[in-house]
């Protein structure tokens, strides 16, 4: 059974740090997936906030460069996103989503609010 679960979003102020954490259960080892956290403002669309993939290369927006980190943990199946020096524009819900040829999963999202 699928289950992806998202964790550590929170209230934050600007400057602040947060540590977000995705726990999969997926099918085929975990290890073969293109691992991304997204995100989501209101009234905005979802955007591709930074990925890594099963070699460890990442990539991230250009809005987060610097200042967040995408790992994974293959042995305990998760992936996490470090955030530092976070503004007020990174308030959004943060998705996880794991992705194997066919197989493409998202979570619930955890909320991140940035605010004084």
């Known amino acids: 059974q699928v289950r992806i679960a998202e964790s550590g979003g929170g209230l934050v102020q600007p400057g602040g740090s947060l540590r977000l954490s995705c726990a999969a259960t997926?099918?085929?080892?975990?290890?073969?997936?293109?691992l991304s956290w997204y995100r989501q403002a209101p009234g905005k669309q979802r955007e591709l906030v930074a990925q890594i993939a099963r070699n460890y290369t990442t990539t991230y927006a250009d809005s987060v460069k610097g200042r967040f980190t995408i790992s994974r943990d293959n042995n305990q199946n998760t992936v996490h996103l470090e955030m530092r020096s976070l503004k007020p524009e990174d308030t959004a819900v943060y998705y996880c989503?794991?992705?194997?040829?066919?197989?493409?999963?998202w979570g619930l999202g955890t909320q991140v609010t940035v605010s004084s």
């Open positions: 989503r794991t992705q194997y040829r066919l197989n493409d999963y």
């Open positions: 997926v099918p085929i080892n975990f290890s073969y997936y293109l």
